[in-house]
Nanobody
Framework: QVQPVESGGGLVQVGDSLRLSCAAS????????IAWFRQAPGKEREFVAA????????YYEDSVKGRFTVSRDNAMNSVVLQVNSVKPEDTAVYYC??????????????????WGQGTQVTVSS
């Protein structure tokens, strides 16, 4: 089984850029959908973006389109979430999830099989 491992979180300033990485441990992402979710304090976990590894297809939550970009890093066998122009509302724990949900249900957290431990992103103004 593949275990996702996140890295790259930390404290950033409003307007900065941020790069999060999700690496595959114990396997590969070759046949999986890799998704990013985030959970802010006191809020439910929400879908951010997804990446279908074998055909490099992406899908974004409407609220992050234009600022978030998800891509693959073949050399590192990882999926990268690039966040530009960070805002205070981007403060959250960001999770990487791996699974094979159907096309129309990529944003459903319950359909993912493997989750990373999460990485904290704090945006300071």
């Amino acid at each position: 089984q593949v275990q996702p491992v996140e890295s790259g979180g930390g404290l950033v300033q409003v307007g900065d850029s941020l790069r999060l990485s999700c690496a595959a441990s114990g396997g590969t992402f070759a046949t999986y959908l890799i998704a990013w979710f985030r959970q802010a304090p006191g809020k439910e976990r929400e879908f951010v973006a997804a990446f279908l590894w074998n055909i490099s297809t992406t899908y974004y939550e409407d609220s992050v389109k234009g600022r978030f970009t998800v891509s693959r890093d073949n050399a590192m066998n990882s999926v990268v979430l690039q966040v530009n122009s960070v805002k205070p509302e981007d403060t959250a724990v960001y999770y990487c999830a791996v699974g094979r949900p159907p096309w129309s249900r990529w944003s459903n957290a319950r359909l993912y099989d493997y989750w990373g431990q999460g990485t904290q992103v704090t945006v300071s103004s």
